[in-house]
């Protein structure tokens, strides 16, 4: 038998996941639901590390908080990666949150530099998501 808030606790769980949050405690009447887990924060490997801070790095930050998406289905290619070119007002990735997709646009034209949130990460408001170098559009070698 599936109790009805086992859905909604695996959802919370997903959007924990990639955050810094360590404990989480619920209370809703008599159901009292407690989450903790390592100081370790979000797992190794997610996002790609935060670039050096350059005085011509712009950065897209979350408006709100919610689930960060790359993409606008997980069959579908990514908006933007490292390298490519952006222009102001191009949509570089979706944000979920209460069931609405809100689509994230750059507000600088230029390269993407870094992309700092990973695809399906829980976010919060202001968090940056793309690191957008506004001075050198030019391709980097790598």
């Not at 790609?48 to 290619?77: K, M, Q």
Request: aromatic share 6%.
């Amino acid at each position: 038998m599936n109790n009805p808030w086992l859905d909604e606790l695996q959802q919370l769980i997903q959007l924990l996941n990639g955050t810094s949050i360590v404990e989480l405690e619920l209370h809703e009447g008599d159901l009292h639901v407690a989450i903790k887990r390592g100081a370790a924060g979000p797992e190794p490997g997610v996002g790609s590390p935060e670039p050096e801070i350059a005085d011509n790095f712009e950065y897209v930050c979350a408006p709100l908080l919610g689930t960060f998406y790359r993409s606008p289905s997980p069959s579908a290619d990514v908006f933007v990666k490292e390298g490519d070119p952006v222009e102001k007002g191009q949509v570089i990735g979706l944000i979920e949150a209460m069931k609405i997709f809100n689509e994230i646009q750059a507000e600088v034209s230029g390269r993407v530099r870094a992309i700092l949130a990973a695809d399906g990460a829980f976010v919060e408001a202001d968090q940056r998501l793309i690191a957008i170098d506004t001075h050198n559009s030019e391709e980097q070698p790598g």
